[in-house]
């Protein structure tokens, strides 16, 4: 499959009124067309700002590229000025966020909104036959019911799930080649969650359309990705194939969110929580950015940051652990022998 999309060694920091923040720490990332890659880790870990460097939507101009290189289809977007950028945004790549109210402006009709990308990025006037008609083709692709009287209507008229479906609907306007969808379900009750992953997974099958799909849970992961990455303090610290890794999680902190999960425990018994907390981004890390909270922490892991390694599955993970022969092997004797 061809490569749609290539991070290579993606650094970003902040910078605030108390110093500097190191969002994202050298991050390599690829998708493949028709691909979803899922990526995963807690609040803080850097996924937002990594979307957001992708759309070239950095927030200036506290936030600085580092270092790094975004390839879109053989193009590198960090050399892209604001123009060259607009062509390629909600034309090429286009975004769901978590709450599509930010998204979606309440003064303007759900027409206007979805006809005006068409207008700018394909040149059908606003109002037009062809624009309408489009308009309609997507609203229907997303199961939207009545979508000629949808058009007329505005954003508070309509609940959280139908918003998002419009959402979906803009973000598909133009026949994107990359859809990031940032928490795109989050915000949304159970029930409703399950019938946008439905729909998400339904576009997928039909559409081919490459999806960088962002969560924190791991639970939504496993139902839409087909490889997973799970970031950790603005660094990659596993990534493999979703079956792969979810039968084999190795690093300490993917293993933690595993047990985390609702879904985990049993009726009545209290959910499993990782001890401690995401490092804000200001301290600067020197070993493994999960020492303070790993159970298996040992000599080199406070001052030696570990390496991603793969194995033949395209599986791999960075622990200084993986040289012991990993978590299974080694277990507890590891805090023992420190
Ligand atoms: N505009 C900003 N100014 C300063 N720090 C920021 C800004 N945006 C994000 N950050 C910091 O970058 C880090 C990563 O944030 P983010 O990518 O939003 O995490 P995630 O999406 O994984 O929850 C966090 O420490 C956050 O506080
Ligand atoms: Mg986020």
Redesign the pocket.
Known sequence: MSEILRIRDLAID?N?SEGI?S??RGVDLKISEGEVLGLV??????????S?AVMGLL?KP??VLKSGQIIFENKNLTAFREEEWQKIRGNEISMIFQEPMTALNPVLTIGDQLGEVLQVHKGIRLGSKENIDICVENLIKVGIPRPQQVLNEYPHQFSGGMRQRIMIAMALSCDPKLIIA?EPTTALDVTIQAQILDLLRELKETMKTSILF?T?DLGVIHEMADRVMV?YA?KIVEEGPTKELFANPSHPYTQGLMHSRPGKVKKGDPLYCIPGM?P??RQQIIGCAFEPRCQYSFRPCKTICPLLEFNEKGHGYACHLSKEGGIANVGKAVNISN
């Open positions: 902040f605030t923040v969002a994202v880790g807690e609040s803080g870990c850097g996924k937002s700002v990594t957001l927030p506290e936030g940032d962002i924190h970031m603005g995401v804000s981004g």
